[in-house]
């Protein structure tokens, strides 16, 4: 069997755990810890990795002439390409070769995320990502923690329903982009029960998630 056709689940970890590494990585308090094991799919994926100007370890080990400026972002703000077979020019021998100065965006990026907001992107390029992912299994202590993910999935379908709702500026325009939004407001989606506190999913109003979007991105 190749590594293409293998769709055997891998472990996902214990999804509340997860969910708090995540939501540390994404306020920058921390990093992702992915087992990755050999998959380097999310490096061979046609990726434009973001690298900041407060990156200097990153921006000391690629050469300047794999950067260009970052659309839309600050001066300083830096984006990194691929190759012509859409790997990471810093992936060499299958493995990264700055992995102990590597950007942010690679040290933050979990293709769990995927699993969670139960997304699967469409983009051909990215149909490796799309086959790990899918093979992700979290645990659960406990059924407040399956509502929990339930509730991030919620989040990503709403978004899809209500297309149109956000700014363009803070609408996801990727797959990627709307799995990590579902994860940051899926609080929105939970309320509990008054008798018995239990968690539950909810249908919250469409002004009170644009309003926490937008409270999240000033």
Request: some cysteine; glycine content about 6%; overall charge negative.
């Amino acid at each position: 069997m190749t590594a293409r056709d293998d769709l055997s689940p891998l472990p996902g970890g214990d999804f509340d755990t997860w969910l708090g590494s995540m939501q540390t990585a994404l306020e920058g308090s921390g990093e992702s810890d992915v087992p990755c094991g050999e998959c380097a799919a999310c490096c061979t994926a046609s990726q434009f990795v973001h690298i900041a100007p407060d990156e200097a370890g990153a921006l000391a080990h690629i050469p300047a002439a794999l950067l260009f400026t970052a659309p839309g972002l600050p001066a300083g703000h830096v984006l990194m390409g691929y190759d012509s077979r859409g790997h990471c020019p810093m992936l060499v021998d299958g493995a990264c070769s700055i992995y102990a100065h590597r950007p942010r965006t690679c040290r933050t990026y979990d293709c769990r995320v995927f699993a969670a907001a139960r997304v699967q992107d469409p983009d051909p390029s990215k149909a490796a990502v799309a086959r790990r992912a899918i093979r992700w299994q979290f645990t659960y202590d406990g059924v407040d923690a399956e509502r929990r993910h339930d509730a991030v999935a919620a989040a990503a379908a709403f978004l899809v329903r209500n297309e149109g709702l956000l700014p363009d500026d803070l609408a996801p325009a990727t797959a990627t982009q709307l799995a990590v939004l579902a994860v940051v407001i899926h609080d929105c989606f939970l309320t509990a029960d008054a008798a018995s506190g239990e968690v539950r999913v909810c249908d919250p109003d469409p002004d009170v998630v644009r309003s926490e979007v937008v409270r999240r991105s000033a």
